[in-house]
């Protein structure tokens, strides 16, 4: 069956970024979310390429959720003209809300907080704790080294072909969002077999 997608989580920088184009791929993703009358679930904030996607999508007519920790929210970060913003206690938390309430998820260009929650959530399909499309907005090839370093990775063999296929990339949001719809979950239950155990230097 193909991914039902009514709420995308979208994980993205808390800065607007170095080009233009950055801010413009979040206003295009945030108007096609709404196109597609699907929610967005995002990390709360008003800053940055968060507060881009989020205000486009508001004044779109869609609907957002966001979800931020108190001490961020403290900060006067979090974004209070949202349809619906739950203030939470922890990092942790965030994140198993956000995956919580989200059928898919999408990274925009951004630093260590949107690699981790990406990479979080492919850890979690890759060992079968969800099954849920994941996938980055390439804008301007930010995410061309991630992707050199995933099949690196392969190469290397810490990565099955599988698993480096999970993560599904695009240049538009609207080809992207197409892909995310039409994703059917592999069968990732084998994540290691014993070709890929190594024990001082032996393979066991």
Same mark, same amino acid.
């Given at each position: 069956?193909?991914?039902?997608?009514?709420?995308?989580?979208?994980?993205?920088?808390?800065?607007?970024?170095?080009?233009?184009?950055?801010?413009?791929?979040?206003?295009?993703?945030?108007?096609?979310?709404?196109?597609?009358?699907?929610?967005?679930?995002?990390?709360?904030?008003?800053?940055?390429?968060?507060?881009?996607?989020?205000?486009?999508?508001?004044?779109?007519?869609? &609907?957002?959720?966001?979800?931020?920790? &108190?001490?961020?929210?403290?900060?006067?970060?979090?974004?209070?003209?949202?349809?619906?913003?739950?203030?939470?206690?922890?990092?942790?938390?965030?994140?198993?809300?956000?995956?919580?309430?989200?059928?898919?998820?999408?990274?925009?260009?951004?630093?260590?907080?949107?690699?981790?929650?990406?990479? &979080?959530?492919?850890?979690?399909?890759?060992?079968?704790?969800?099954?849920?499309?994941?996938?980055?907005?390439?804008?301007?090839?930010?995410?061309?080294?991630?992707?050199?370093?995933?099949?690196?990775?392969?190469?290397?063999?810490?990565?099955?072909?599988?698993?480096?296929?999970?993560?599904?990339?695009?240049?538009?949001?609207?080809?992207?969002?197409?892909?995310?719809?039409?994703?059917?979950?592999?069968?990732?239950?084998?994540?290691?077999?014993?070709?890929?155990?190594?024990?001082?230097?032996?393979?066991?």
């Amino acid at each position: 069956m193909n991914a039902q997608i009514k709420r995308l989580c979208v994980f993205s920088g808390s800065s607007p970024g170095h080009q233009p184009e950055y801010a413009e791929a979040a206003g295009q993703l945030g108007r096609a979310l709404v196109k597609n009358n699907i929610t967005l679930v995002y990390g709360g904030g008003d800053v940055g390429l968060m507060g881009v996607i989020a205000d486009t999508v508001m004044s779109a007519g869609g &609907e957002v959720i966001g979800v931020i920790p &108190e001490f961020l929210a403290k900060k006067e970060v979090a974004h209070n003209e949202i349809t619906d913003l739950r203030i939470v206690q922890s990092m942790h938390e965030r994140k198993a809300l956000m995956s919580e309430l989200s059928d898919g998820f999408i990274a925009l260009p951004g630093g260590l907080g949107t690699f981790e929650e990406l990479f &979080e959530v492919l850890t979690w399909q890759q060992l079968g704790i969800q099954s849920k499309p994941c996938a980055l907005l390439n804008t301007c090839s930010y995410f061309e080294p991630l992707l050199k370093l995933l099949d690196h990775a392969v190469t290397e063999r810490f990565l099955k072909p599988v698993h480096r296929a999970m993560l599904l990339t695009g240049q538009t949001p609207a080809l992207l969002i197409e892909q995310l719809m039409k994703y059917k979950p592999r069968p990732t239950d084998k994540w290691m077999d014993g070709d890929d155990i190594v024990d001082s230097g032996k393979v066991i």
